[in-house]
């Protein structure tokens, strides 16, 4: 069955690792991407399962890094 709209995917211990959009079960559109615990890792838009453009952020929320097409 194939994946399409918004959707939520929560690791083994239960903490939300992603939030967005899906066509074809992959992740396609905007959405956000977590790491455990709860701090934002990716903010931006995804194309066939990968981050695509956004900004990410360094685990410790210092650094931030705008991606553009990959």
């Known amino acids: 069955m194939k994946r ?5 995917e ?3 211990d239960g903490y939300l690792i992603y939030e967005g959009e899906y ?3 992959q992740k396609n559109g905007k959405g956000k991407e977590y ?3 709860g701090n934002l890792m990716f903010e931006g ?6 981050r695509w453009n956004g900004i990410l952020y ?3 929320n210092n ?3 705008q991606l553009k097409n990959g």
């Open 4 to 8: 399409n709209g918004k959707g939520k």
């Open 10 to 12: 929560y690791d083994f």
């Open 23 to 25: 066509s074809n079960s």
């Open 35 to 37: 790491y455990q615990y």
């Open 45 to 50: 838009e995804y194309k066939n399962n990968l």
């Open 58 to 60: 360094e685990p410790n």
């Open 63 to 65: 650094n931030i890094y």
